[in-house]
């Protein structure tokens, strides 16, 4: 971190303690080293509202954040504390300590520098698809392997850096060798590619796992990587031990018989030809606003900046209407894998069509998640939830295979 270790960060909680700003300032100062300890020592899965509720504020496991808001007014106050403090008696510290808007996750800068807990070791290769495309990938963590699929804002190192990912490279790592990859088209990867459909972007999948050298693995499918990972799932059950879909579907909204899903996904393409990495566009609000309705406006820059990272406009709009129009009920039927399927039930993406996906993929579990995002944030209770039980689902089963 920067040079930063946990001595240091001691230090500068305890001359925090001692100033003026935090000395009267009730368990505000006990808030901030909860946040700062757990986020360091890798608790990450306890800065949520609940934890924070029951291991600061002494609430009970019945907790409700709707009807108690003592979390959100106390992370109000310790913002203001925080600016107060910097302005004042802290404007020599060597440490400074951020609250982002709209994140538990402290952020920690020494020297003008600005991380978190550390992340591990990130290095990008590559291999060749069979029609000479070159696709970028990385691998981190130990443990047992999971693919975590990519999907249309793909882009390895750019993901790797942004805050509004930062909570799966440091937790998914602790608990299995994480693969990643670029789509054909986007990120690191070959971006002038000819070739882009469902059965091409699984041939690349398998070219990966092939250079890797791993033969049995997990799949995670967050979003668009789902239809990826149930069509691999389907045409190679010897390599895929678990699957698990994250607000992902298994048809494209075109194929679903509803008018208005495809009066959406027709006005989307519209948008994205004329909005894709615009500035000020009326499309990026309305795209970011999907993918966390109730998102600040640095979560809102951060997804402007992952558009302009990933891809082209023109590629943006050939993968949306890839994934508008294609159909997998039949081939999900041949999944053999242990299956769980997570999804918010107010995301932008129909709850509907993640028991849509449960309902047709064999003895596939679902998983309701309280939230309307469909990118989690690391403050919500979906967050932990989401984490506990991807976990225990892949490794309670992983001595079955």
């Known amino acids: 971190m920067h040079g930063t270790n946990k ?7 305890a001359r925090m303690r001692r100033s003026a700003v935090f000395a009267k300032g009730g368990r505000i100062h006990d808030l901030l080293a909860y946040l700062v300890k757990n986020s360091l020592d ?7 509202q609940r934890g924070i509720a029951m291991d600061v504020f002494g609430r009970d496991e019945d907790f409700d954040p709707e009807s108690d808001a003592i979390v959100r007014a106390e992370m109000g106050r310790l913002r203001r504390k925080l600016t107060e403090y910097y302005a004042g008696d802290g404007q020599e510290d060597p440490i400074h300590i951020e609250l982002p808007r709209g994140s ?68 998914l790592p602790k608990r299995f060798t994480l693969i990643r990859f670029d789509l054909r088209g986007f990120g690191l990867s070959e971006r002038d590619v000819h070739t882009f459909s469902l059965d091409r972007l699984v041939a690349d999948l398998e070219c990966v796992a092939q250079a890797i050298g791993v033969t049995r693995f997990a799949l995670l499918g967050p979003s668009g990587g789902g239809p990826l990972g149930v069509a691999y799932a389907a045409r190679y059950p010897d390599k895929v031990s678990h699957l698990a879909l994250l607000g992902g579907f298994i048809r494209g909204p075109r194929m679903t018989g509803d008018p208005a899903a495809k009066l959406h996904a027709d006005a989307m393409q519209s948008c994205i030809r004329a909005g894709w990495g615009v500035e000020h566009s009326v499309f990026r609000k309305v795209f970011s606003a ?6 600040t406006a640095e979560q809102y820059r951060r997804i402007d900046e992952a558009q302009l990272a990933a891809a082209s406009a023109e590629t943006a709009e050939r993968y949306q209407d890839m994934m508008a129009n294609f159909d997998l009920t039949q081939e999900a039927a041949n999944v053999t894998c242990p299956t769980i399927v997570f999804h918010g ?20 579990r679902l998983v309701p998640l309280e939230t309307a995002n469909h990118v989690l944030t690391p403050d919500e209770p979906a967050w932990p939830v989401f984490l506990t039980e991807l976990t225990s689902y892949i490794l309670a089963n992983e001595t079955r295979d």
């Open 7 to 13: 001595p240091h960060i001691d230090e500068q909680l």
């Open 42 to 48: 890798g608790g990450g899965e306890r800065i949520c």
């Open 104 to 171: 538990y996750q402290p952020l920690i800068r020494r020297d003008g520098g600005a991380d978190g807990p550390s992340l591990p070791k990130h290095e990008i290769r590559y291999c060749r698809a069979d029609d000479g495309v070159s696709l970028a990938y990385s691998v981190v963590g130990t443990g047992y392997p999971l693919f975590l699929l990519p999907h249309w804002m793909s882009h390895l190192d750019h993901d790797f850096k942004t805050p509004l990912f930062r909570h799966f490279w440091e937790e």
């Open 290 to 295: 999907m993918l966390i309705p109730d998102g």
């Open 345 to 364: 039930v107010r995301e932008a993406v129909p709850f509907a069509e993640g028991q849509y996906a449960a309902a047709h993929i064999p003895g596939a």
